[in-house]
């Protein structure tokens, strides 16, 4: 199977987009991609394609053990649904055109809502951890970006607006509908660090400093993507734990896991809020 090249990326995207058609990925309408701990919501779709990320020309799967590495296709709540269950993450690979790859795919599938998820430390202190946290904003604390190097054009723009990156519209949408059934959502602004190491005590204050809520090692690359595509996105950060200092105790991904199986079912039904309205 053909991995990624020194072929220009438009080309692969579009050869990769060409293969999922061919087995069976035909016109998805919404996008999924699951963060760390969340992968298990692909089991509900239902007779659902599967095709392993190492099956695909110019993707492999990633090396954290809680993502998949599957493409899941199939019908759900009435919707044509592609979820990539796991990620590459810019710590695995130091290629931000890598870690981006599948948003562009789903775009050029056709997908025209993205739902990217991820799990967060929380930094704000007036805040739980085990709370589900819509992202209003990011802060790319990367030092890199997916748009860097030769623009493709049909795409989207060379120099993308990001004012209105996360759809304000479909937030308070999903805020509502998640309030009716007495599910309450944070809402706030998402910054990236590259990872893999967790953030010091330090990192966290300047954070929150500069205005975020939340902070993680993902979902950025994504968005920046679906926005330069013109796509709706939803951002859902499960704040999994309090950052790092917030609490007098260290950190470890395993409580990262552990936290996600207890908010699994409120996750899978915010997401179902997301894919509806």
């Known amino acids: 199977m053909t991995k990624q090249t020194n072929r220009p990326l438009g080309e692969r995207v579009t050869e990769t ?3 999922l058609y061919g087995k069976g990925v035909l016109r998805p309408e919404i996008g999924i991609i699951l963060g760390s701990g969340l ?3 692909a089991d509900r779709i239902d007779k659902p394609l599967t095709i392993s990320y ?10 954290v053990s809680d993502h998949r590495g599957q493409v899941v296709y199939g019908i759900y709540r009435g919707k044509r649904v592609i979820i990539m269950a796991g990620r590459f993450h810019y710590y695995e690979n130091h290629d931000m055109d890598k870690t981006a790859f599948p948003a562009r795919v789903m775009a050029a599938l056709g997908v025209k809502r993205f739902i990217i998820t991820n799990a967060a430390g929380c930094v704000n202190t007036e805040w739980n951890a085990g709370e589900l ?3 209003s904003d990011h802060i790319n604390l990367s ?10 054009d049909e795409a989207g723009p060379r120099f993308p607006d990001m004012t209105y990156t996360y759809s304000k519209e479909l937030r308070e949408k999903l805020i509502a509908a998640a309030a009716a059934k007495g599910i309450s959502l944070r809402e706030g602004v998402y910054a990236m660090f590259t990872g893999p190491s967790f953030e010091t005590p330090a990192e966290i204050r300047f954070a929150r400093i500069i205005g975020a809520d939340a902070v993680g090692m993902s979902t950025v690359p994504e968005a920046i993507i679906a926005n330069h595509s013109g796509r709706e996105v939803i951002g859902i950060s499960f704040l999994s734990n309090m950052a790092a200092g917030v609490l007098d105790k260290p950190m470890s991904g395993a409580e990262v896991t552990e936290a ?3 908010i699994k079912d409120t996750f899978a039904e915010v997401v179902d809020l997301a894919i509806e309205i």
């Not at 190492?54 to 090396?63: C, F, Q, S, T, V």
């Not at 030092?143 to 190097?149: A, D, K, S, W």
């Open 133 to 135: 946290m819509l992202i």
């Open 39 to 41: 992968n298990d919501f």
């Open 54 to 63: 190492n099956d695909i020309p110019n993707m492999e799967a990633g090396l």
């Open 260 to 262: 996600a199986l207890r």
């Open 17 to 19: 987009a060409v293969f």
């Open 143 to 152: 030092g890199n970006n997916p748009l860097i190097g030769k623009n493709i």
